[in-house]
């Protein structure tokens, strides 16, 4: 059900879906050259995003800002538009950012590291973390991103340790640092409270609402953690300590598999090959968490080249890779057709950023497995195809054109192999075509006439049925 082109492999895995754009980009420049170039973002010039992302000029903003602005009385106390000003531009980037694989990695940490988004706690420090920490170390080191992380006041809040004092250590932090954000569940409960005396100082300024450490709250005094061991003798050395500890957990074995294992999820399959979890283990450690070159191995490796059709799109996925194939253009100005991308997410289960829980979305099948949630992705095909909504999108002044081609097909069945090429990257096999055919009252092989319904205003409901095919929903 899906193609054998190992650059569109890469595309479907790497990216949000192909798109005409960024298939003729990775012919051009080959499977090594593309990802070359998705590696080191900066060198991808992006100018249609950065234009979208200027349309929610709070998604990257500071805590000072912020707090200058409810200080002006430009936001309220409180305000949470910028954190929904960072919801509605994810979306935006994920469909129309030439810089993918730094989107798909951008989400996998947002997961990774969840901090819920929009949630009232965070209303000034959510933005900053967004850009200051995620986006900024998703292609970097591990250890990098996980100390930025644990001195950011958004992680800070959303898992208390910014409440945690030497007189009574919080417990919160200490133990996701421990079960979801490094090692999983090989610790102790004595590893989760030394975690937590090490970690107290870290915490916010409550005027300002920055990162601050504070040595008055720092528990002193000997700390053992899955055999990392400090003497934490003076509270002036705690920050110190705190970080000695996260660069030990970031390279610590339980950590290597625990990363790798999920970015073999993401990228290959639902229960990922053994050998290559072990071979990228190796490479992680080797490279001190360094996260492109397990990105460059995992993508040349054998079993990545194996694992076509072995995972299948979340909702989230799925409507942007919607808008992807499409290449439907953002609207031309304002934030309302954006908006409704993002509550279409929603309503299919998934609101990007949105998750609850410590432990950011699920990435596999069984998850989003739900006829309600499958018939709210075929409404949105159907919705978005034909313009209905979000009705503002720029679309093709013909989509039978556009998506068949010139000169128009003779018959059903190339009007089919037509669509579904452009759509999906294949030719659907000899039942579906059929089925496709008779759903409008015709074989294959019957002609197409100028003012049938199926090249006229049915057409969107071929584009849809494509879109709805087992083929589309595959990562």
């Known amino acids: 059900m899906t193609t054998s082109d190992p650059l569109l492999h890469l595309l479907r895995r790497a990216t949000y879906g192909p798109s005409p754009a960024s298939i003729a980009e990775i012919r051009a420049l080959g499977a090594a050259g593309w990802l ?60 129309w950012s030439r810089r993918q694989l730094l989107e798909v990695m951008t989400e996998f940490w947002s997961n990774h590291l969840n901090v819920t988004c929009p949630t009232g706690d965070v209303w000034d420090s959510r933005a900053d973390y967004d850009a200051a920490v ?11 991103l996980l100390k930025a992380s644990a001195r950011h006041p958004a992680m800070l809040t959303y898992l208390d340790n910014r409440s945690s004092t030497k007189a009574a250590p919080n417990e919160n932090y200490g133990r996701e640092l421990l079960e979801l954000h490094t090692v999983g569940l090989t610790y102790a409960e004595a590893d989760v409270k030394n975690a937590a005396r090490l970690l107290t100082g870290l915490t916010v300024n409550y005027t300002t609402g920055t990162y601050q450490y504070d040595p008055s709250r720092h528990a002193v005094g000997a700390v053992t953690v899955l055999g990392f061991t400090h003497a934490n003798a003076t509270a002036a050395g705690g920050e110190q300590a705190a970080l000695a500890l996260l660069d030990y957990l970031a390279v610590h074995p339980a950590t290597a598999v625990r990363i790798v294992t ?155 192999d037509a669509v579904s090429n452009r759509l999906l990257q294949v030719t659907l096999p000899g039942p579906q075509r059929e089925a496709l055919a008779g759903f409008f009252g015709k074989t294959p092989a019957s002609p197409v006439k100028a003012k049938d319904p199926a090249v006229d205003w049915m057409f969107p409901y071929l584009m849809a049925m494509l879109l709805n095919s087992p083929t589309f929903a595959l990562r």
């Open 36 to 95: 070359d170039a998705q590696l080191k973002p900066a060198s991808i010039a992006d100018p249609v995003t950065d234009g979208l992302v200027a349309r929610f000029p709070w998604c990257a903003a500071t805590i000072p800002a912020i707090h200058a602005a409810v200080a002006a009385k430009t936001l309220k106390q409180y305000d949470w538009t910028p954190m929904w000003q960072v919801s509605f531009a994810t979306p935006a980037r994920a469909i």
């Open 134 to 144: 995620i986006r900024k170390y998703a292609l970097g080191s591990f250890a990098d």
């Open 262 to 416: 999920k970015l073999c999820t993401r990228f290959v399959a639902d229960e990922p090959p053994a050998t290559l979890v072990t071979n990228l283990v190796k490479v992680y450690v080797d490279n001190r968490s360094a996260i492109a070159p397990v990105l460059r191995a995992l993508f040349s490796s054998p079993e990545f080249a194996a694992s076509a059709g072995a995972k299948t799109r979340t909702p989230y996925e799925d409507v942007v890779a919607t808008l992807r194939t499409l290449d439907y253009g953002p609207e031309p100005s304002g934030t309302k057709a954006i908006e409704s991308l993002y509550w279409i997410c929603s309503n299919a289960g998934q609101a990007p950023l949105a998750w609850g829980p410590p432990n950011g979305y699920p990435d596999v099948a069984a998850a989003w497995a739900s006829p309600s949630g499958q018939l709210v992705r075929w409404n949105a095909h159907l919705n978005i195809g034909a313009g209905y909504w979000p009705p503002t999108l720029v679309r093709p002044s013909s989509l039978v054109t556009a998506f068949s081609g010139t000169p128009a097909p003779a018959t059903y069945g190339a009007l089919i």
